[in-house]
C-alpha cells in the first residue's frame, strides 16, 4: 500500500501514523520529495482499512499495490480452481452449459425442459423457485414446491440443478440443490454470504448490476473467508446508459477476471441482453473470449412464459448455440 | 398500458393476446394502423407482468400509462405523507436532521456525539451498529452491543435513533429502534423488504447505487404492500463515470420523486460525496431542492473513526451546515 | 409515431395538435380510452421533431414505432452493405483487418509495421496522424507529414491507409487516404459529418463514449443525408463505472447493430481495453458474434510508443490474433 | 508523480526508466520495497505524458500527485477569476442570470423574450443561431440570420448576447457575440478549442455528457493553452442510467471545480433535467451550492418553440425562479 501524505503536512502527525502502521505489524518505508511524502507500506495490508486511512487530514490518496483479497487471488494460487458440482466439473478447461427456464412453473414443464436441454448437451438444468422480482405484484416462484419439481427434474435426467437462494433461513430447503446461485440483486448481501460461507455447497455469485469486478471479488472472499471456496463467478451485464440491450454484457469481464483470480467464470447472455435472438451471438462470443460455462434460459413455450419470455430460446435454438459453442471452442483448441 | 404489436404479426395470435388481457378484467382497445396495431389496456394493470408481454414474439414493445406503484403513488394519496418518528414529525413541511457518526464505537463516543448534534440542531441520532463493508477484512461493527449504546444516547439525550438493519432474523434487536435504515446495499433484498412490511416500525429506504428512481418505488412498494406505509426515501449518490465524488448525488430526484410519490425525501450528502469539505454546498443544495430531511455523518475526531472517517464533519461544522439549512429554508418559505 | 395525451387534456387543444400534424401529410388514428388518449400517426414520421411534440403541455409521452434513421435503416435496405475500401471490400461476408500503430511517428517505424502487419495477415493499415489527445500537452502527431508516411507505407505494401481526420479543413490532404475515420469524441461534430457527407470517400464512425447505438445510427444519418453511404460503422467501447478496464466494449452492439442498419460493423478491442493482453479475448470474441472486421494497434516497439502504447501488440502478437480470428470466423461459417 | 514499477522487473530497464525521465529536467526519488519499487518524480509533469509511461511493460500503474492541468489550476492561481463579459462580470461574488430560447426563431420572438428575461432579472441573453441536433431531419437553427436577430435584441436591451459555436470557419460571424459557447458535443473538439484559444473572447464551456471534471479542465486548458483565459465553465447533467430525467445534473461538480480551479462555473437546468417543472428546484439547489451563474431556457411560447419545448419556461417562470435563486443567494451571503 502506498500513502500519499499531503503536501505541508505535520510532521509529529506523519510520525503517528508511521508508528500506527508499524504497530500492527507492516513495514514502512518513507520517501520524502520536495511536494510530497511517500509512505510505502510491506507487509499482508490486506486488512488495513483503505477508508480509514484515507480519512486522516494529513493524507492525500491511498493507493494498493496488492489487491484486498486473499483467498479469491491468483498470486496465491496460481493453477484454475476447479469447482466440482455433483460431478460436473468447471473451470480448468471443463465447460459448464447451464440450462432451463427463468421459473419452474409446473411438474410438466420441467421435466420436459430438462430432457429438452439435456438431449442438446446441457451439462446442468437452472431454474427458479424463489424469484426476485422488481415489483411485488409480479409472480414470486414456486418457492418450496419448485424445488421439489427440479429434484425430480434431477432424479429423471441426472442433471444437477442450479437455483437461486434469497433468504439465508431458506438453506435447510437447498440441502439437495447442486449449485446455488446468488443473484445480481443479492451480491452485497454479505449476511446472506457470510453464511453461504459456513456451508460446503459449490455457489454460483452474479455480479451485481453496478458492482466493479473487484467488488464481485470481494464478495467471494466474503464467502472463502468463511471456509467455502467452491465459487463460480458470473458475469450478467452491468447497467449503462444504452437501452438497446436491458443490461450491456460485459465480456472484458472474463480476461480480467482470469487475470485476478483462480476462480471459473460463466457468462449470462441471456439476462444480459434481455432478448433472445441476441443470446447466441453473445454465448458464442463469451466462449470465444474463454469463458468456463455459460447459463442460458430455454423455454419450451418462450410466449408463455410466467417471467422473462423475451429472453428465453427453445430447446432447438439452444440445441444451435450448444453447437457453435462447440464448434469455436474446438477451433480455439487446436 | 400500451402494446405495440409488430407488424405482419398473425391475426389469430392478436386475438389470443386480447382475450387473454380481457380474462383479466381489464378492458382493450384496438387501434390498427397502416404499419402497426396497437392495443390499450384500460383497468389496474399494475398485476400485468411487464416482461411476460414483452416475452410475445407478436409483441414490439410495451409502455405503462399508469406506473406500476400504487400504495406510494401520488396520483391515489394527493397529500404528503407524514412519518412520525418517535414524536419526530418527516415531511409535508417537517424537517429531519439526521446526525452521528458512520459507527458506534464506544460509550463516550456515542453519548458525546448524540450530545453535540443535539446542540448544533439534529432532532434524530444515527449510528451504524452492523456493518455492510465491501471487505470481509474491514470492521463490522459493534452489533447488539452498538444497538444498546444507540438506546443509552436515546435515553440521554431524547433523539429518536436510526440505525441499519441488514438481516431480517435481527427485528427483534430493533424493537426500540425509531427508524430503521434499509441501506443502499439492500433495497432489492426483497425478502428483507417483505419482512419490514409486516412490521409497523418507520423505514429509512436508501437508494441503491444503481437503482433506477421507479426502483426505489417499487422496493418501497414491497414494503407497503405489506401493510407497513411508515417509508421515508433517502436518495444517498448514484453509480457514475465520475470519481471526483465517491457517487453522484442525485438532487434532481427530489422533483421527481415529490411528483411521483407522497412519501417524505430524506437526502445524504455525506456518502454521496465520500468529502467532507463538499457536505455542506451539498446539503444547503438538497434543502434548496425541497428536501424533508438530511441525513449527516458526524463524528467528534473524525481522522480516527472506524470507518468512512474521511466524510464526517466535526460537531462544529454540522452546526454550521444546519445554521446554513435554516437559512435557506427560511428564505425559500417567505 | 404514438403519442399519448394526457389525462384530462383540453379537448380543442388536442384537436389543434391533430390538424398540425396532419398538415404534414401524415394521417393520425385517435383511440380515446376511459384514462388516456392516444393519437397514432402514420406516414414518414422521421421529419417530425419529437421533443417539439414532447413539449406540449398535453402531450404525456412520445413514441416512436418507426426509427428516425431512413438511409441507414435495413428495412428500406435489407441486404449488407459492402463498402469498397481501394479495392478490399467490408460487410456481406467480407472482413477487415486493420492494423498500425496509434500515432505515424517516423518513416522506418511506419513502413516496418505497415510490412509487418501486412505479413500477419492485416488488409489494411492504420495509423495515427492528426491526434486528439485530452491534454493539449501531449504529442499531436505528426500531422501532414505523418499522411506523407502513410501514403509512402500504402505505396510500399499496397495496404489501403486509414486515418483519423479532426477538421473539416484538412479535406484537401485526405484526398489519398482510403478510409477516412472520425473518432469518438468527433461523434456528434455534426458539421464535420455534413462536411464527410459531401465527399464520396468511405468513412469509419467510431461510436462515442456516452452515445446510445441509436445516436451512432443517426451521426451515419447526417453523412449519409448529404449523400455518401459509404459508411463502416466502429464499436470501440463505452463510458461505465468499471475501472478495470480502459471502457467497456459493448459487444451486445454488434447484433443490434447488425438487425437495425445494413452497414458493416467493425470492432476496436485495443481502444475499449487499454490493455494489450485483453486485445485478443476480445478480437476473438467480436468475431465470433459477427462482426465484419477488426480495429487492431501494432507497434514494432510498444513500450516506446509515442502514445497508448499499453494497448499495442507486437507483429507476431497480432500474427497469432489473426489466426485465432480465422479459426473461429471458419469454425462459425461451417 | 508516482510510478509503481511491476514486482520483479528487470533492474537494466528500471534504470532506462529513470534515465528517460531525468532527462527531461524532472527529478526521481527512488525507493525500493520488499514487494515494490517506487519511483517519485519531481518537477513540472503536466508535459509528462502518463499513458505512455503505463505502455512500459515493468510499469504496473501511474499516480499523478499534481493535476495535469496548469493554466485553470487554482494552486498556481488562488483567487477567483472573474470573467468579464462586455461589462457583466461573472465569478468571484459576481453571478450570471443568464436567460433565453433554445433557438432564435423569428425578430418578434427574440426581442420579446430579450425584453421579458431583462424585466425578470437576466443580465445575459442566450439564443441558439447555430443548433446541434441529433437528427440530420430536425431544425438546424437560424444560421447567420440568427446571430442578426440575436445582435439586434442587444441593441435594443443591452443585454450581452451568449450563443454556439459549431465550426471554427464561423468565428468571422462571432466578432460581435459576447460569449462564445461551445456545447457538451463539442467539448473535445480540440481543433475548435486551440482556435478558440488564439481569440481574446469569453467561452462558456460545457461539460460533455460522459466527460470527467477532469476532462472538462483539461479541455479549459487547451483554450488558455493558446492564450485565452476567459473561460467559464458550464456543467449541464452527465448521462446515467437514471431515464427520469434527460440526464443526471451533477451538482458535486460546484464545490469540486471551486477547489480545483479558480475559473467560474455556471448551471444549466435547462438541459439537464429536459423538464421545465424541474428547472425551478435545480436552479435554486445550484444557486445554495455556491455556482457563480445559471444558464435558463425561457420562451414565450414553450409549447410551440422549435427546439427543446419541453424545458423552456416561461418569462413569468423565470421571474420566479430569479427572485428564488436571489433570497437563497442573499440567505446564505447573511
Same mark, same amino acid.
Given at each position: 500500500?502506498?500513502?500519499?501524505?499531503?503536501?505541508?503536512?505535520?510532521?509529529?502527525?506523519?510520525?503517528?501514523?508511521? &508508528?500506527?502502521?508499524?504497530?500492527?505489524?507492516?513495514?514502512?518505508?518513507?520517501?520524502?520529495?520536495?511536494?510530497?511524502?511517500?509512505?510505502?507500506?510491506?507487509?499482508?495490508?490486506?486488512?488495513?482499512? %483503505?477508508?480509514?486511512?484515507?480519512?486522516?487530514?494529513?493524507?492525500?490518496?491511498?493507493?494498493r499495490v496488492s489487491e484486498p483479497f486473499k483467498s479469491a487471488n491468483r498470486k496465491f494460487h496460481p493453477l484454475d480452481s476447479i469447482i466440482d458440482v455433483s460431478g460436473v466439473k468447471v473451470g480448468g478447461g471443463n465447460f459448464a452449459m447451464i440450462a432451463g427456464p427463468c421459473?419452474? %412453473?409446473?411438474?410438466?414443464?420441467?421435466?420436459?425442459?430438462?430432457?429438452?436441454?439435456?438431449?442438446?448437451?446441457?451439462?446442468m438444468l437452472r431454474g427458479g423457485a424463489f424469484k426476485p422480482r422488481t415489483s411485488p405484484y409480479d409472480f414470486q416462484g414456486l418457492k418450496a414446491d419448485g424445488l421439489e419439481l427440479l429434484l425430480e427434474a434431477k432424479k429423471i435426467t441426472g442433471l444437477p440443478i442450479v437455483?437461486?437462494?434469497?433468504?439465508?433461513?431458506?438453506?435447510?430447503?437447498?440441502?439437495?440443490?447442486?449449485?446455488?446461485?446468488?443473484?445480481?440483486?443479492?451480491?452485497?448481501?454479505?449476511?446472506?454470504?457470510? %453464511?453461504?460461507?459456513?456451508?460446503?455447497?459449490?455457489?454460483?455469485?452474479?455480479?451485481?448490476?453496478?458492482?466493479?469486478?473487484?467488488?464481485?471479488?470481494?464478495?467471494? =472472499?466474503?464467502?472463502?473467508?468463511?471456509?467455502? %471456496?467452491?465459487?463460480?463467478?458470473? =458475469?450478467?451485464?452491468?447497467?449503462?446508459?444504452?437501452?438497446?440491450?436491458?443490461?450491456?454484457?460485459?465480456?472484458?469481464?472474463?480476461?480480467?477476471?482470469?487475470?485476478?483470480?483462480?476462480?471459473?467464470?460463466?457468462?449470462?447472455?441471456? &439476462?444480459?441482453?434481455?432478448?433472445?435472438?441476441?443470446?447466441?451471438?453473445?454465448?458464442?462470443?463469451?466462449?470465444?473470449?474463454?469463458?468456463?460455462?455459460?447459463?442460458?434460459?430455454?423455454?419450451?413455450?418462450?410466449?408463455?412464459?410466467?417471467?422473462?419470455?423475451?429472453?428465453?430460446?427453445?430447446?432447438?435454438?439452444?440445441?444451435?448455440?450448444?453447437?457453435?459453442?462447440?464448434?469455436?471452442?474446438?477451433?480455439?483448441?487446436?
Amino acid at each position: 500500500m502506498i500513502i500519499i501524505v499531503k503536501h505541508g503536512a505535520n510532521e509529529e502527525r506523519i510520525q503517528d501514523l508511521i &508508528h500506527w502502521i508499524e504497530s500492527q505489524n507492516l513495514i514502512t518505508h518513507v520517501s520524502k520529495g520536495e511536494f510530497t511524502t511517500i509512505v510505502g507500506v510491506i507487509g499482508d495490508t490486506s486488512k488495513l482499512d %483503505e477508508d480509514l486511512i484515507m480519512g486522516l487530514d494529513i493524507v492525500d490518496s491511498v493507493k494498493r499495490v496488492s489487491e484486498p483479497f486473499k483467498s479469491a487471488n491468483r498470486k496465491f494460487h496460481p493453477l484454475d480452481s476447479i469447482i466440482d458440482v455433483s460431478g460436473v466439473k468447471v473451470g480448468g478447461g471443463n465447460f459448464a452449459m447451464i440450462a432451463g427456464p427463468c421459473s419452474v %412453473e409446473s411438474h410438466d414443464q420441467i421435466i420436459s425442459i430438462a430432457q429438452d436441454v439435456k438431449a442438446a448437451g446441457a451439462n446442468m438444468l437452472r431454474g427458479g423457485a424463489f424469484k426476485p422480482r422488481t415489483s411485488p405484484y409480479d409472480f414470486q416462484g414456486l418457492k418450496a414446491d419448485g424445488l421439489e419439481l427440479l429434484l425430480e427434474a434431477k432424479k429423471i435426467t441426472g442433471l444437477p440443478i442450479v437455483t437461486e437462494i434469497m433468504n439465508a433461513n431458506h438453506l435447510p430447503l437447498f440441502e439437495n440443490v447442486d449449485l446455488i446461485q446468488v443473484g445480481a440483486r443479492n451480491m452485497q448481501n454479505f449476511e446472506l454470504l457470510k %453464511e453461504l460461507g459456513h456451508t460446503k455447497k459449490p455457489i454460483l455469485l452474479k455480479r451485481g448490476l453496478a458492482n466493479t469486478i473487484k467488488e464481485l471479488l470481494m464478495a467471494a =472472499e466474503y464467502i472463502m473467508s468463511g471456509g467455502n %471456496e467452491n465459487i463460480i463467478l458470473c =458475469e450478467r451485464g452491468i447497467r449503462t446508459f444504452e437501452t438497446a440491450t436491458r443490461n450491456t454484457l460485459d465480456l472484458s469481464a472474463i480476461p480480467v477476471l482470469h487475470e485476478l483470480t483462480h476462480l471459473p467464470v460463466v457468462i449470462d447472455p441471456s &439476462h444480459a441482453t434481455g432478448v433472445a435472438r441476441y443470446v447466441k451471438p453473445m454465448a458464442v462470443a463469451a466462449a470465444a473470449a474463454g469463458c468456463d460455462g455459460l447459463i442460458i434460459e430455454v423455454h419450451n413455450d418462450p410466449p408463455h412464459a410466467l417471467c422473462d419470455g423475451a429472453q428465453s430460446l427453445r430447446p432447438e435454438q439452444y440445441e444451435d448455440v450448444a453447437k457453435s459453442v462447440n464448434k469455436v471452442r474446438a477451433a480455439l483448441a487446436e
